[in-house]
């Protein structure tokens, strides 16, 4: 059997749910922001429960990674990995040249071959960190670019 099943989707509340419990700042809502292009979720083939979830979005007028999580109790298993390179794959079939993410875990994503770029000199694409209360204090956000 599979261990996981991929599907796009449009439930933004059981995403959104999971990004906010992954600490991403993002509020659970049902209603899909309007920067967000796709999304996807990997789900048990067994159970049906959420497991991972990506999305790809358009933030300050640039493609981007918006937001990426897996559940907690399933992380280091490669799973952001294949939700990653979905997104990728997503990103290259519509001519995109490079994402950009802000990233809460750096170096998972230095890691996985983004570059680390200024603040100052990138997108505003941190659609919560520049005022959440968290930043500085227990999380250390950074942007990245990914070039395809």
Request: net charge negative.
């Amino acid at each position: 059997m599979e261990e996981y099943i991929i599907s796009e989707t449009e439930d933004f509340l059981s995403l959104s749910t999971l990004f906010n419990e992954s600490g991403m700042g993002v509020r659970i809502e049902d209603r899909m922001p309007e920067r967000i292009i796709r999304m996807w979720r990997m789900d048990d083939p067994e159970t049906g429960k959420l497991m991972a979830a990506s999305t790809l979005e358009m933030r300050d007028g640039v493609y981007s990674l918006g937001d990426i999580a897996v559940r907690a109790d399933l992380q280091r298993k490669g799973y952001g990995k294949v939700m990653q390179s979905i997104v990728f794959t997503e990103a290259k079939k519509r001519g995109i040249k490079e994402l950009w993410a802000c990233a809460k875990e750096p170096a998972y994503y230095l890691r996985c071959g983004w570059q680390k770029m200024p603040w100052d000199e990138s997108p505003d694409i941190a659609v919560y960190c520049t005022s959440c209360g968290k930043r500085g204090i227990t999380c250390h956000p950074e942007i990245m670019k990914y070039t395809l």
